[in-house]
């Protein structure tokens, strides 16, 4: 066990990284953070910063010699650099399983190969790979194989010349094309796997997306229809991957009910900020539990949740480019509100600012509430 008062470390400096402080700090560890950026969400918060890139053999030294165990906060973290801080210090999770991930290509080979399914597919390394693809991929979404995320390098594809020029678009890096399919609805599964196995699943979370990017998440205390079975398919990952950390499984519910996994993500994820405010333990206590060897925390639901995404665009409240502060004290107002902002200096369009989580006594009251704040913040998605 690594003791409370000890040094964690982070690779990443974004808003995961800001929340992963915050909850290590509260159990009393101190946080050293590598990141390129001095001014991210992560480094104002941090005990300590390394302003170093990611593949930086002199900053990867300085974080191993202050912390004996690290982790990350984004999935792109190169995993060569996991693999040389594992010569020294722990690493949650290895690198070995961040770079399954961190290939879509090689991610959706992995989940199959677990007996898990996911949607039809073609890995798509050449033009010629686009051709011999098949009819039943069109419609289809064609997206890169790596460094994609919330919707970027992704683009929709009706035909196949649709599809070829959205290759070239992207430089003909590997992508793979998926077929577009006809949704009930999205579900995810936020996970922590301890170093010694033991697993500790939190409340399947509904969602629903905008343009790409997560928008809303409701969690119910009454289980999703598919909670079972989307619970046992994502642990099946976890231990096929031989995976310790936090993790989320995302899922596709088809029409006629059919469970598809859409992607893993290998830390926190978006869908699990309800656990901050609705469980006993959040998923950023759970991820450094996991890297101090510390027993996992209770998962329970307490309330019934909605968790609604902040972009940048609730800044813009109009078509004009003149920002305007939102109201928070409005938001604020809102019985069950809890606000969390990311402390980031420049309101951008469709850059993630921060979010709210609302909690009631029932799912009705608690949609009543969130949809205050929805109306508050000119928010796209109703809950």
């Not at 033009?127 to 419609?139: E, Q």
Request: aromatic share 6%; hydrophobic share 45%.
């Amino acid at each position: 066990m690594i003791a409370p008062g000890e040094w964690l470390g982070l690779l990443g400096g974004g808003q995961l990284g800001r929340m992963f402080c915050h909850a290590a700090q509260a159990l009393g560890y101190r946080v050293a953070v590598l990141d390129p950026d001095a001014e991210g969400p992560t480094a104002s918060v941090a005990d300590a910063h390394i302003a170093a890139p990611y593949e930086d053999q002199i900053g990867l030294i300085k974080l191993s010699q202050r912390c004996r165990a690290v982790t990350t906060e984004f999935e792109n973290v190169p995993a060569n650099s996991l693999q040389t801080l594992s010569a020294t210090c722990r690493v949650t999770p290895g690198a070995s399983a961040v770079e399954i991930v961190q290939d879509r290509i090689a991610e959706k080979s992995f989940i199959a190969s677990q007996g898990v399914p996911v949607a039809p597919y073609a890995a798509i390394r050449s033009a010629s790979d686009l051709t011999a693809a098949g009819a039943h991929l069109f419609p289809g979404i064609l997206k890169v194989a790596r460094l994609g995320y919330d919707g970027k390098g992704q683009a929709r594809v009706r035909t196949l010349e649709q599809a070829q020029e959205a290759f070239v678009a992207f430089g003909s890096v590997p992508c793979v094309l998926e077929a577009m399919l006809d949704l009930k609805e999205e579900l995810s599964v936020v996970l922590a796997r301890g170093l010694d196995g033991a697993c500790a699943v939190f409340p399947v979370a509904t969602n629903v997306h905008h343009e790409g990017i997560l928008a809303v998440t409701t969690v119910d205390m009454q289980p999703a229809a598919k909670s079972a079975q989307a619970t046992e398919a994502a642990l099946t990952i976890a231990r096929g991957l031989n995976y310790h950390g936090v993790m989320c499984v995302e899922f596709f519910v088809l029409q006629d009910g059919q469970l598809l996994v859409n992607e893993i993500a290998p830390r926190p994820h978006n869908s699990g900020h309800f656990t901050m405010n609705a469980c006993v333990t959040s998923q950023f206590e759970q991820q450094a539990r996991v890297m101090a060897g510390l027993p996992l925390g209770s998962t329970r639901l307490l309330a019934p949740v909605v968790m609604l995404n902040i972009l940048g665009d609730a800044w813009y409240p109009d078509a004009s480019d003149e920002q305007q502060e939102p109201d928070w004290s409005a938001v604020l107002a809102v019985p069950g509100a809890s606000l969390h902002l990311y402390g980031k200096r420049e309101a951008r369009r469709a850059r993630k600012m921060g979010h709210v989580n609302i909690t009631g006594v029932t799912l009705a009251e608690t949609l009543a509430a969130a949809n205050q704040v929805v109306q508050v913040l000119r928010l796209p998605v109703a809950a």
